[in-house]
């Protein structure tokens, strides 16, 4: 099992205005929010950890049982175990059963297996019932939960999250939130969370990462990244007044 995610002076540039920079360590039973203005990266930062896309450089290394795996990009064991939702789900325009068991089928699961393991993420995300519905006609908040369902049937060793309540009204957001607190509860995974939503870093995470222009600039317990900021930027940005 993936126990821990370390990542050394990675960088990775778009354009001469941009450029990601920065240093991160994720352990196993901790939930990260990663926080910051538009443009400041998180999303890069996240493509790059869940191996969707290689940094230009510096290292990424996954702990697998505690034994260190250098370029985790070409590891098909560590990429089948790592999840990311990005913003947008793209959902197919197939049924929901065959959006939740797509994952599986990649992974080469047994026909037998599919059918219990589908069924069994729905009943997690509260979509039951609604298999044989097609996926592009569910609500946004119901989307949602299936683009979350598609992710835990894989039972991920590590889940990202890319704004994943972004759009949502508050009831559906508190959905959301309470299918990863349960999730969290049940599994002890690494979740790793983009959230431009104040109150779910505060309520979801253990660690709260502040980014700025590509650069992480504080990473501090919960507790104290709401009592007391380590930076004036940070502050500025609880207070709203960073955007
Ligand atoms: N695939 C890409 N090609 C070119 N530039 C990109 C690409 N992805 C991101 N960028 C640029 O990199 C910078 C950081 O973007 P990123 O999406 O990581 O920020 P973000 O913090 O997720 O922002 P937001 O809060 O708006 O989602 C931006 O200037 C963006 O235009
Ligand atoms: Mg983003």
Redesign the pocket.
């Known amino acids: 099992m993936i126990d821990r995610l370390e990542v050394l002076d990675i960088r990775k540039q778009?354009?001469s205005?941009?450029e990601?920079a920065c240093s991160f360590d994720a352990t196993k039973g901790a939930v990260y929010t990663i926080a910051?203005?538009?443009?400041?990266?998180?999303?890069?930062?996240?493509?790059i950890l869940s191996l969707i896309?290689p940094p230009d450089s510096g290292k990424v290394i996954y702990y697998n049982d505690g034994a260190s795996m250098l370029n985790p990009y070409k590891n098909i064991v560590i990429r089948r175990k790592v999840v990311l939702v990005p913003?947008r789900a793209g959902l197919f325009n197939e049924t929901v059963f065959n959006n939740v068991a797509y994952g599986l089928k990649l992974r080469r699961t047994i026909n037998s297996v599919i059918g219990d393991r589908v069924m069994e993420a729905l009943k997690e995300v509260g979509l039951a019932g609604k298999e044989y519905r097609n996926a592009l006609e569910l609500s946004s908040g119901e989307a949602q939960r299936l683009a979350l369902a598609r992710a835990l049937v894989i039972d991920p060793d590590i889940l990202f999250l890319?704004?994943p309540t972004a759009s949502l009204d508050p009831d559906n957001t508190r959905v959301i939130e309470d299918i990863i607190s349960e999730w969290r509860r049940k599994t002890n995974k690494i979740i790793v969370i983009?959230t431009?939503n104040l109150h779910q870093a505060k309520a979801l995470s253990d660690i709260v990462i502040f980014?700025y222009k590509?650069k992480i600039i504080e990473s501090s317990s919960v507790d104290s990244f709401f009592k007391k900021p380590s930076t004036k930027l940070a502050q500025k940005f609880i207070c709203g007044e960073v955007y």
């Open positions: 778009y354009n205005r941009f990601l910051g203005p538009n443009g400041s990266g998180k999303s890069t930062l996240l493509r896309e913003t890319d704004e983009v431009h980014m590509g």
